[in-house]
């Protein structure tokens, strides 16, 4: 059983290896030729521009891996039953049950290595290669304007905060933020603009150059640092602003002001870097900021399970192959087979989005909206695989 099983997984694996290592040089390639011009309009040269297209293949590399496993699998299984050597195989004792059993082994190995790249190297690799982008072109590394919210118990009773950011340099870097405090009554008690800011560890939020406005008497989470400092001007100063009892409004230019807040680095990062950046457990996270802030979470939900999911679509796409190598063609077989295997692999591609659009509009289960298509997936491979078993 050992010579089988080093035999099955040498041919998978160099199979499935060879298809993802085009895969890869052909994204590189039209990485390459999109962002070229662009960095050497901005001055950084190809060399820049190269480093990035490295920096985004472990994502590419994350998100062909099914169908890589797909395509690789099917032209190793339909080659060694074209050259009868599968045949041979299930003459010497190889039985579809011990089969089933050896490449589930590896399509367990296959999910680990999907696990491992998608939560820690290409969320990884992808925030650097927004920090390449941005240093070298000087655009942001953020995907635009990001609005949070955060709640905070204060002798006022529960304080509300609308924080809105422009743009993100990764780091806990921020440009161009606003915040809005708003007392339990819905009313706005300070806002607060800054230049920059930076998102310390433990939610601690360090802002430069901040103009801080006052509506409120009493000091707030936001003007306690400042005290008496506030400078009064004419209430019409701000007519656009609700005001409070007080006839005032009172405003300061602060060079540095600290602000303790929930929002941590990983909150912020996933409200500013698109989902595909971020790891299985800080979707979770996010996910949980925004039930708990009464925020719609239904999208991020489906990513969090679709993202959980994925190392089993991976074991999936093995067992969709399976039942290639009980099929027998004599001429042109392989290349059939390969090319139904690329159509399995659209297709599964296909429904797995489309089925993650109809959750979000339809409101669906996140967590059923996730595995449905790999289940019917899977069910469907079994089915063929059992047919196959028993009438060929």
């Known amino acids: 059983m050992k010579t089988v099983r080093s035999m099955l997984y040498k041919d998978i694996l160099g199979s499935v290896g060879f298809v993802m290592v085009g895969f890869l040089a052909l994204f590189f390639f039209l990485d390459f030729v999109d962002d070229l011009e662009r960095f050497t309009r901005a001055g950084a040269g190809a060399a820049a521009a190269a480093w990035m297209c490295v920096l985004k293949l472990p994502?590419?590399?994350?998100?062909?891996?099914?169908?890589?496993?797909?395509?690789?699998?099917?032209?190793?299984?339909?080659?060694?039953?074209?050259?009868?050597?599968?045949?041979?195989?299930?003459?010497?004792?190889?039985?579809?049950?011990?089969?089933?059993?050896l490449l589930s082994t590896l399509a367990l190995g296959f999910g680990l290595v999907a696990f491992v790249v998608g939560d820690f190297i290409a969320p990884w690799a992808d925030r650097q290669a927004a920090q390449v982008r941005a240093t070298a072109t000087g655009s942001a590394a953020s995907k635009g304007v990001a609005w949070l919210k955060d709640r905070q118990s204060t002798a006022l009773g529960d304080t509300h905060y609308a924080v809105r950011i422009e743009r993100a340099r990764g780091g806990g870097a921020l440009e161009q933020v606003v915040v809005f405090e708003f007392d339990p009554q819905g009313r706005m008690l300070t806002r607060l603009q800054a230049e920059s800011a930076q998102v310390q560890d433990g939610g601690t939020w360090l802002f430069k150059d901040a103009l801080v406005t006052a509506w409120a008497s009493p000091p707030t989470p936001l003007t306690e640092p400042l005290g008496e400092q506030l400078k009064p001007v004419a209430a019409n100063a701000q007519p656009d602003v609700p005001q409070l009892d007080t006839?005032?409004?009172?405003?300061?230019?602060?060079?540095?002001?600290?602000?303790?807040?929930?929002?941590?680095?990983?909150?912020?990062?996933?409200?500013?870097?698109?989902?595909?950046?971020m790891s299985t457990l800080e979707l979770y996270r996010y996910t949980r900021h925004l039930s708990s802030q009464e925020q719609s979470a239904q999208s991020f939900e489906i990513q969090f399970w679709l993202k959980a999911f994925y190392p089993f679509a991976c074991m999936v796409m093995l067992a969709l192959a399976l039942p290639f190598a009980y099929l027998h063609f004599r001429s042109g077989g392989v290349s059939v087979k390969v090319f139904g295997g690329i159509m399995l692999g659209i297709s599964f591609v296909l429904l797995n989005n489309l089925a993650g659009h109809l959750g979000v509009l339809k409101d669906w289960t996140p967590w059923l909206v996730a595995g449905a298509p790999a289940a019917l997936f899977l069910g469907l491979s079994m089915a063929s695989f059992a047919w196959l078993v028993r009438n060929r």
């Open 59 to 101: 994502s590419h590399f994350y998100e062909l891996l099914p169908i890589a496993i797909l395509i690789g699998s099917i032209f190793s299984l339909s080659r060694m039953a074209q050259n009868s050597e599968f045949t041979i195989l299930r003459t010497g004792g190889l039985s579809p049950g011990r089969a089933l059993g």
């Open 247 to 277: 006839p005032q409004v009172r405003q300061l230019q602060v060079a540095q002001l600290q602000w303790r807040s929930t929002l941590g680095p990983q909150l912020v990062a996933a409200a500013t870097l698109p989902a595909w950046n």
